[in-house]
């Protein structure tokens, strides 16, 4: 195999990493978009939130004198899913459940103010400088000639895909079969009417800002450890690309948030690699309004398709 | 009360979780490691507090209802005032009182105050225009910024590789602007709401990455600097006069005052802001501002009615572009150094701010709620660190209690009699 093949399988991996943790966070927009049919502005916060309280764990776990590896990554995981679970409920409870009605455009306004009053918050309790972590896991598999260019699939690559896989696993599960899911999906079909089945609307609509919120904490804990370094800004990008993701593969849509999150990493990895690394965030927003000019509903976004 | 017992535990719960961690732990580099330092008592005391408010807060809240309608209500304004308020001739008055203050002050007032009134201008422009896009035609555009940006880069760029003065420079940094938004408004404005919210928002980032990268032309992150300063009729501004130009001073025989130059670009900036004011007046009593409200009220009826919503948007996005675009070039004349830095998303969020605060489509709300953005900072020195975090916490707080802003717009309507 020629060396390109290589570079190329190198983009690709490095993107479908990225663009599974873009899928995670688009999984919040999507779902909260689904039955309420409002964009959570201050969702990329939540995951910068879960960013930071990872390092804060990892860091204690490590003080504590804790090597082993998965629990270090259990730890921080659950940690940072239980604090973001509480942002994103009171993100409901103050800048959402109170406006609901009303012109579309309050809500979204104080999601934006919201979204300010975070970065902000967290900038003020921990500096606004860069904090850059020690690679925890070191190492992988490389892919093709022992000599020579070959591809690299990273131990913490690999650690991204099985716990995107598993919670993503998780998250259907929960949403077929459960009786909560059930209550999720008919609130997505007509909330109105699911209230006047005796079903607690208000409950479930705080549950998907919960659950979107723990899963950014997942994405914010693996791109955390991967990127190594977080600062209080990083949330208004991840935000802004995972939304993007969220819209191409159809808002409203799990499956399709998954599938725009990969394509929108691979799409932005190929950029790095082949073009220039600056403009990625470029690509990011063009493929937005071309999704958005060509096929506004997305790439599964079909009337039909099951929301959540 | 002891109904509410259980879910004020929860929230006092919900605090503690919360902030424990992200305030009471601060994380920080050392070496190649992290090192956590725990804050002082003095933060787990707020924490402890803020958690016990919300408690009690959520314990007595149907008490705490109970006593708010208890409340008398304010005085509501005598309505023989609200009466003579609304009259035309009034209102005319009132805006010439206006205006001539505005006029005199400078003459009574110090430098650094003349160059803040003219930053509360320069912010007065940019929320009409950005009230034109969000307060009349009800498109939220969070990218307006992006149309500040190309204005004071067009009038910069002309000036730095053709040497074009401010006059010309200002028409063509409109026109520019009005430019861009029309080709970005022609594909997005056929979306939705928050669709388009995002959209304009990924805009404005691009513009600011595009002019961060494209060094050759741009000079990228370091900025482009000694803009040329506007001129009166070929009068320079400034001690002594560049070849083939005549200073103000000289040509009106008084000693030369670094002063002149500021009161100056004041009088510009007002100027500006008049005739923005007068044009959108203009424009809101013709069809064309008649069909940006109606479509901001009923999308759908407006089709019926044949108005053409696409056309209708388009057009109130770019005449909002323009505005940008003029207060762009202000801008860029005025600071004499511009840089992508100044062109972030926060600064649409302040305009936008500026807008909800003074309330959607109100234009005398608008000018307030710009004094009142502008100047909250300076006057609140001792908490700028806290500027942000106060700005974010009022949007949401705004749009709770008061979501149609300080002066909400009068809608003209009629009452039918019965």
């Known amino acids: 195999m020629p060396d390109s093949f290589y570079y190329l399988l190198q983009q690709l991996l490095n993107g479908l990493t990225v663009g599974s943790t873009y899928a995670l966070i688009a999984i919040g927009y999507t779902m909260v978009y689904g039955i309420i049919g409002m964009i959570n502005f201050a969702h990329g916060e939540v995951y910068m939130i879960g960013s930071y309280i990872a390092f804060i764990v990892l860091a204690a776990l490590a003080l504590m004198g804790i090597e082993s590896l998965p629990l270090l990554i259990i730890g921080a995981l659950v940690v940072s899913m239980i604090v973001t679970s509480a942002y994103g409920y009171s993100i409901e409870r103050v800048a959402y459940r109170p406006l609901r009605g009303g012109n579309r455009l309050i809500p979204l306004i104080s999601a934006i103010g919201m979204s300010i009053f975070l970065q902000n918050l967290v900038r003020l309790a921990q500096g606004s400088r860069d904090i850059a972590m020690p690679n925890l896991v070191r190492g992988g598999l490389d892919i093709g000639p022992t000599t020579g260019f070959h591809a690299t699939l990273s131990y913490m690559q690999i650690i991204i895909f099985v716990v995107t896989l598993i919670s993503m696993t998780l998250l259907t599960l929960f949403i077929t079969r459960s009786r909560m899911g059930r209550a999720c999906r008919a609130c997505a079909e007509d909330l109105k ?52 993701a969220a819209v191409l593969g159809g808002i409203g849509s799990i499956p399709g948030a998954v599938l725009g999150g990969l394509l929108l990493g691979v799409a932005e990895a190929m950029t790095s690699g082949y073009f220039s690394a600056e403009y990625k965030d470029v690509v990011a927003f063009s493929l937005l309004i071309l999704i958005l000019l060509f096929r506004p509903s997305g790439i599964l976004g079909r009337p039909e398709v099951e929301k959540v | 009360m002891m109904r509410n017992l259980k879910p004020a535990l929860i929230s006092a719960v919900v605090v503690v979780a919360l902030s424990g961690l992200l305030m009471g732990v601060r994380i920080s580099q050392q070496g190649t490691g992290l090192a956590l330092t725990g804050a002082g008592p003095d933060v787990a005391m707020k924490i402890a507090a803020a958690a016990l408010f919300i408690f009690l807060f959520n314990l007595f809240r149907d008490q705490l209802t109970a006593l708010w309608f208890k409340v008398p209500a304010l005085p509501r304004t005598p309505a023989a005032f609200s009466i003579l308020a609304g009259r035309p001739a009034v209102r005319r008055l009132f805006w010439c009182f206006l205006i001539a203050a505005a006029l005199i002050w400078p003459f009574m007032s110090n430098r650094s105050n003349i160059d803040l009134a003219t930053l509360v201008l320069i912010y007065v422009m940019l929320g009409l225009g950005l009230n034109i896009v969000v307060g009349l035609a009800g498109l939220l555009d969070l990218g307006y910024v992006g149309f500040y940006a190309v204005g004071a880069y067009t009038y910069a760029l002309l000036a730095m590789y053709f040497g074009v003065g401010f ?36 805009f404005g980032e691009i513009i600011r990455i595009l002019l961060n990268n494209f060094t050759a032309l741009t000079n990228g992150p370091n900025g482009i600097g000694s803009i040329p300063k506007p001129e009166l009729f070929g009068l320079e501004f400034s001690r002594r006069a560049s070849e083939g130009m005549q200073t103000f001073h000289e040509f009106f025989g008084i000693e030369f005052n670094s002063v002149h130059r500021v009161m100056f670009l004041y009088f510009l900036a007002l100027l500006l802001v008049l005739l923005t004011l007068f044009v959108i007046n203009r424009l809101l009593r013709m069809p064309v501002g008649r069909a940006w409200e109606a479509l901001r009220e009923d999308e759908v009826a407006c089709r019926s009615l044949g108005i053409n919503p696409t056309a209708v948007k388009l057009n109130a996005f770019t005449i909002g572009a323009t505005f940008a675009g003029f207060a762009g070039c202000f801008f860029a004349a005025r600071q004499g150094f511009i840089s992508p830095e100044s062109f972030t998303f926060i600064e649409s969020a302040i305009i936008l701010a500026i807008v909800v605060l003074g309330g959607m489509g109100s234009q005398l709300g608008v000018i307030l709620a710009a004094i009142i953005m502008t100047l909250l900072p300076e006057v609140a020195r001792q908490f700028d660190e806290y500027r942000m975090l106060l700005f974010g916490l009022l949007m949401v707080l705004m749009m709770i209690w008061r979501p149609q802003g300080l002066l909400p717009m009068k809608r003209p309507h009629m009452e039918l009699g019965t």
């Open chain 1, 193 to 244: 009417m699911t209230n006047l089945l005796g079903i607690n609307t208000n409950g479930i609509i705080a549950l998907t800002f919960v659950i979107g919120a723990a899963l950014a904490a997942v994405a914010g804990v693996l791109l955390g450890m991967y990127y190594g370094v977080i600062n209080p800004y990083i949330g208004f990008m991840a935000g802004l690309k995972a939304f993007t």
């Open chain 2, 167 to 202: 006059w010309t420079g200002l028409a063509a940094a409109g026109a520019m602007a009005a430019l861009f938004g029309f080709l970005l408004g022609f594909p997005v404005l056929r979306l939705r709401g928050d669709y388009l919210a995002i959209v304009t928002l990924g």
